[in-house]
């Protein structure tokens, strides 16, 4: 360990945000850099437990806790700590293919279960991460390394965001050829098209994308499979394929009004923003603009977040976010959710700094369901009518939600944003290829295996698993790699 008492002796210090008042004036990443000699004393916090919990991913009542790539977390807090950063780097592309997506927007399960979080405050091991790959992108440590050989094995990924690019920075990494087809018209999925600038410029993305098509990989954009090119012509062409298509299909929120117009989908409102920032700095207007308009984000996740920090950007004249979920405790409860399960605690996260910055409160209504919408005479939503809940066990054991009698609240609305989350993946892959489906619809292939009912395809990520974190992805990516290789070859390497 880097100094048996250096959790005893510095205190957890995270990077200062960018003033929230002002960084809601632009599109860039919000989190400062910390300077070298506060990364080393933050590694010395890492006591290099002799059961390092943060590592070892599982998943524990519906909830993740560690590492489910396995990072090597305390051999390079502890390098950090000695100031040998490029043999951190080293270690940290042992078990991650992209440190620089999971040290932006990873929730960082990683630190929920660190031991120091027993007593005390966690080691602060997702910006080490983040600091770790950025250095090496800036001293030009990271550079293309192409295989040595070549198998003469050609492999088709379907998709390009975290578990499809996994996939293929592995497989090209056993020599196989690899090309993967996005439908979009950038690369990056869920990384691109997603996630708001402010949390990953898609710089970062594109020069990992760049990185990878200089090591091999072919990369081929607007191009839907199925549509432009059929299942039974990408069989033929390829020895396998891995579908990583993602958990895309939204959750309908089946409700009176909801045929209102200026009720989106949050996917729709937050891709139109990032598309035309990319493609004009949105000077193309061809976006959803919530200018001067009262939003109401239903759905208390990440997407809804992120939709709440571009409604702001925009220039919204309120934000309110709605979640079914009860605020939680200012302190772990330690009989519910004990350690190493990921601490459910109240936060601020970045884009409700920004609005209570902005309005002066925390914009989050919690246990809270919406009734009903109700429109003007030109069919425009303008106001929402809501009861407060209260979770309870039924007769059958089942937990629902009950209304509270006299709890009724109208919210004045031009727009809304439904962001309660996916019903798993779009289905014309699936009835391409005749692929098994399970009860939740997603592709039918046991984790560890990936192999699909159909002879050469795989599938991994969101469209297997549901959705999920970037980090699981990228170990369902990682690990469909590795079987798909062993079916290709007979036996394989790949971790």
Same mark, same amino acid.
């Given at each position: ?248 299909? $939204? /959750? !309908? #929120?089946? *409700? ?5 117009? %200026?009720? +989106? ?7 139109? &923003? ?88 925390? $914009? /989050? !209504? #919690?246990? *809270? ?5 109700? %429109?003007? +005479? ?7 009518? &809501? ?109």
């Amino acid at each position: 360990m880097s100094t048996p008492t250096g959790f005893m002796e510095y205190t957890r210090q995270i990077p200062a945000d960018r003033d929230p008042l002002e960084r809601i004036k632009d599109w860039e990443e919000f989190h400062k850099h910390m300077n070298e000699e506060e990364l080393r004393l933050q590694g010395a916090r890492c006591m290099d437990c002799g059961t390092p919990y943060c590592h070892t991913g599982i998943e524990i009542t519906g909830g993740t806790s560690g590492c489910p790539i396995n990072n090597l977390i305390p051999e390079w807090n502890n390098l950090i700590y000695r100031g040998l950063w490029r043999e951190a780097l080293e270690r940290l592309h042992k078990t991650n293919n992209f440190p620089e997506f999971t040290g932006r927007v990873c929730p960082a399960p990683c630190e929920g279960s660190c031991t120091v979080g027993l007593i005390g405050q966690p080691v602060t091991i997702k910006t080490i991460e983040q600091e770790i790959i950025d250095r090496g992108f800036d001293e030009g440590w990271v550079q293309p390394e192409p295989p040595e050989r070549r198998t003469g094995k050609k492999v088709a990924v379907v998709g390009s965001g975290p578990a499809g690019l996994a996939a293929a920075a592995q497989l090209n990494k056993a020599g196989h050829l690899v090309t993967v087809y996005e439908r979009a018209d950038r690369i990056g999925g869920l990384l691109t098209y997603g996630i708001p600038t402010m949390k990953l410029d898609k710089g970062v993305v594109q020069r990992r994308v760049d990185l990878l098509a200089a090591e091999g990989v072919t990369f081929v954009t607007n191009t839907e499979i199925g549509k432009d090119i059929t299942t039974e012509q990408l069989r033929e062409d390829f020895d396998a394929v891995v579908l990583c298509g993602g958990a895309t299909k $939204p /959750r !309908e #929120f089946d *409700i009176e009004g909801r045929e209102l117009k %200026g009720i +989106e989908y949050a996917m729709d409102y937050l891709n139109g &923003t990032i598309k035309s920032y990319l493609d004009s700095k949105l000077e193309d207007g061809q976006y959803k603009n919530a200018k001067d308009q009262d939003v109401i984000v239903i759905g208390g996740g990440d997407t809804g977040t992120d939709c709440v920090a571009t409604a702001l950007r925009h220039g919204a004249r309120s934000v309110t976010q709605f979640g079914t979920h009860a605020k939680a405790p200012l302190e772990r409860d330690r009989e519910n959710n004990p350690w190493p399960q990921f601490p459910n605690v109240y936060t601020l996260d970045y884009a409700h700094e920004e609005a209570k910055a902005v309005f002066g409160k925390d $914009p /989050r !209504e #919690f246990s *809270i369901m919406t009734t009903k919408f109700v %429109g003007d +005479e030109n069919g425009q939503v303008k106001e929402l009518h &809501t009861v407060q809940i209260e979770r309870i066990v039924d007769e059958t054991g089942r937990k629902i939600y009950k209304p509270i009698e006299g709890t009724e609240r109208v919210f004045p609305a031009q727009l809304v944003l439904i962001a309660i989350g996916f019903d798993g993946p779009e289905h014309t892959l699936i009835e391409g290829f005749g692929l098994e489906t399970d009860r939740r619809s997603n592709v039918k292939a046991q984790y560890g295996k990936y192999r699909t009912n159909v002879d050469k395809v795989f599938a991994a990520g969101d469209m297997r698993r549901g959705q999920s974190l970037v980090v699981w992805a990228i170990n369902e990516g990682r690990e469909a790699a590795r079987e798909v290789d062993r079916y290709l070859m007979g036996s394989t390497l790949l971790p």
